[in-house]
């Protein structure tokens, strides 16, 4: 059974940094993409970045050169660095896996719930101003 548990999320000024992991058990494949999404009830859902087991990245255009994604397969751990945290960037993120050589990776980036068969529960980031 795939699990993946998010955790790191919390409360923090404009301004700063947080730290996201994602750790996935029981995936039957070595070879995997794994994504941040969040979600916001007036902005609805957005793929934030993704990253592949060979080292592929992706991200949206409104975290680029804040965040910094990672994954540490010896450890199937996926990492979001967070910096230069704006309010905007307030929502519940969620990580979600899926086999990548049959990802689009630019389309798995816009379109995470068609890409993902695999979520988390997501963590909830709230930045105040």
């Known amino acids: 059974q795939v699990q993946l548990v998010e955790s790191g999320g919390g409360s923090v000024q404009a301004g700063g940094s947080l730290k996201l992991s994602c750790v996935v058990s029981g995936y039957p494949y070595s070879r995997f993409c794994m994504s941040w999404i969040r979600q916001t009830p007036g902005k609805g859902r957005e793929g934030v970045a993704l990253?592949?087991?060979?080292?592929?990245?992706r991200y949206a255009d409104s975290v680029k050169g804040r965040f910094t994604i990672s994954l540490d397969n010896a450890k199937n751990t996926m990492y979001l660095q967070m910096n230069s945290l704006k309010s905007e960037d307030t929502a519940m993120y969620y990580c979600a896996a899926d086999f990548s050589d049959f990802l689009d990776l630019d389309y798995a980036l816009e379109q995470p719930f068609k890409s993902f068969t695999y979520w988390g529960q997501g963590t909830q980031v709230t930045v105040s101003s």
């Open positions: 990253i592949t087991t060979d080292g592929s990245t």
